[in-house]
């Protein structure tokens, strides 16, 4: 990881899918030190990525796949994902709405093709409150 440019990303690659990823000085220093992290212990602010491990979104993830049982545009079965119809910015709070706690009307069970599909197409509205 010797990087003489000091690039806060790295290229990672992974069966031939390239992300980047960026990197974090703690997040290094962490695992240096061998300490397990809790997922329990991530706070309920942050990324939106970090959010979508708590349990709270995984509770919620499963009741809508649950209630949709297939994609809801092929039907299909597999890699089912679930997607948020719009996103709520609370204007008072000046944040988003966390993921887990928007009504079940606006979430849908997609499969990853379909949801990727969605999104390269159209922008998800978001609607201040």
């Keep these: 990881m010797n990087d003489p440019t000091r690039s806060r990303y790295r290229h990672l690659s992974f069966k031939s899918k390239t992300i980047y990823r960026r990197f974090i000085q703690e997040e290094k220093n962490l695992k240096q030190s061998n300490l397990e992290v809790n997922l329990e212990d991530i706070p309920a602010h942050g990324t939106y990525g970090a959010l979508l491990f708590?349990?709270?979104?995984?509770?919620?993830?499963?009741?809508?796949?649950?209630?949709?049982?297939?994609?809801?545009?092929?039907?299909?079965?597999?890699?089912?994902?679930?997607?948020?119809?719009?996103?709520?910015?609370?204007?008072?709070?000046?944040?988003?709405?966390?993921?887990?706690e928007y009504p079940g009307h606006l979430l849908i069970t997609l499969c990853e093709n379909c949801h990727k599909r969605g999104h390269s197409k159209f922008k998800v509205p978001t609607i201040n409150i």
């Design 54 to 100: 708590r349990p709270e979104w995984k509770a919620k993830r499963q009741e809508i796949i649950s209630r949709d049982k297939c994609c809801i545009i092929c039907n299909g079965e597999n890699t089912l994902q679930v997607h948020h119809r719009q996103y709520h910015f609370v204007v008072r709070e000046n944040k988003f709405k966390l993921p887990w």
